[in-house]
């Protein structure tokens, strides 16, 4: 008897998940650095994050907006709704943590405790107990992230650690979780994924508005500053939503969760290449533990032949 050409097809989609998510994570990567640069001008750090958002929703609801509005005829819009506004007060909730306790600690709480909180609300939530793999490899992960961000601190200074900013990042990573379960479960309910990043960045465009206008689009004004505004939000937002939509299809949102760590180690060769940053010894030890911990999160999981497969590998050899 012949191989059954859909056991491959499944390998593929599972190889292109990761993918898909990493490719998000590399364009999230370019945002500080591109953000970096346009806040040397006129710009406001919050006011560009709601620009973002704002662009990227605006741009997803020309793409699939369709999509999106067959979706909310089926009814049920209430977790999406929710999730959007959860993607808006990430944003929130970063700023103020970096504002509050420093870059450092605020990226890496923030960040770092992403991933945690979705494998737990994953687990909650469908009862899919993350593997040890996943586990060890995320613990690596974090730590890297930790000394890639922390080891850069020039001469030893000082980390000022503020309770307050601390719960705001750890708010943020929660917050974070919760859209990305949220997606990943409707995404599992056949969904397109495209439709369900349309609702959920485009309605955090909504709630980020005010937001934008309170702040002030004055400094949009310069060209520079809106040529950023607009990659922000068509590549760093439309785009790699669009993409960690699709890797969703194929990856558990807990590995994808850990995967989007690629997202530091991205800004930190950028602000190496671009900006002319220096690396630690600590912070290359982190970049290169966070690299590996990725590769080990990204190959794909050894799966046991399903019954069905067992039977048909007999009589193939029979």
């Not at 930790?146 to 980390?159: H, Q, R, T």
């Not at 949102?253 to 930190?268: D, Q, S, W």
């Amino acid at each position: 008897m012949v191989s059954i050409p859909a056991k491959s097809g499944r390998a593929r989609g599972a190889a292109a998940g990761p993918v898909g998510v990493i490719a998000a994570a590399v364009l999230w990567g370019t945002a500080g650095t591109a953000g970096t640069l346009a806040l040397a001008g006129p710009a406001d750090p919050i006011a560009l994050a709601a620009a973002r958002l704002v662009i990227g929703g605006l741009v997803l609801a020309a793409v699939a907006g369709r999509a999106a509005r067959r979706l909310l005829a089926r009814g049920r819009p209430l977790p999406l709704a929710l999730a959007a506004v959860a993607a808006a007060a990430y944003q929130l909730c970063f700023f103020g943590a970096v504002t509050r306790t420093g870059v450092a600690v605020g990226t890496v709480v923030a960040i770092g405790s992403g991933p945690v909180f979705t494998g737990l609300l994953s687990w909650a939530y469908d009862r899919r107990r993350p593997g040890r793999r996943w586990a060890l490899a995320t613990a690596a992960a974090v730590a890297g992230c930790a000394a890639l961000v922390s080891g850069g601190l020039s001469g030893g200074a000082a980390v000022g650690v503020d309770p307050p900013g601390v719960l705001l990042a750890l708010a943020g990573g929660l917050l974070y979780a919760f859209y990305a379960v949220t997606a990943s479960r409707a995404i599992a309910a056949g969904a397109p994924s495209s439709a369900v990043m349309v609702l959920m960045f485009g309605g955090a465009a909504v709630v980020m508005l005010p937001i934008l206008l309170w702040r002030g689009t004055a400094w949009l004004g310069e060209p520079h500053a809106l040529l950023t505004a607009v990659y922000l939000g068509c590549a760093t937002t439309a785009l790699a939503a669009v993409l960690y939509g699709r890797g969703l299809r194929a990856t558990p949102v807990a590995r994808a969760a850990t995967l989007t760590l690629a997202e530091p180690a991205v800004a930190a060769l950028l602000g190496l290449i671009v900006l002319h940053e220096r690396l630690t010894p600590v912070s290359w030890a982190g970049l290169a533990l966070l690299g590996a911990a990725l590769v080990v999160v990204a190959l794909p999981e050894p799966v046991r032949p399903a019954p069905a497969d067992r039977v048909v590998e007999a009589q193939s050899s029979a």
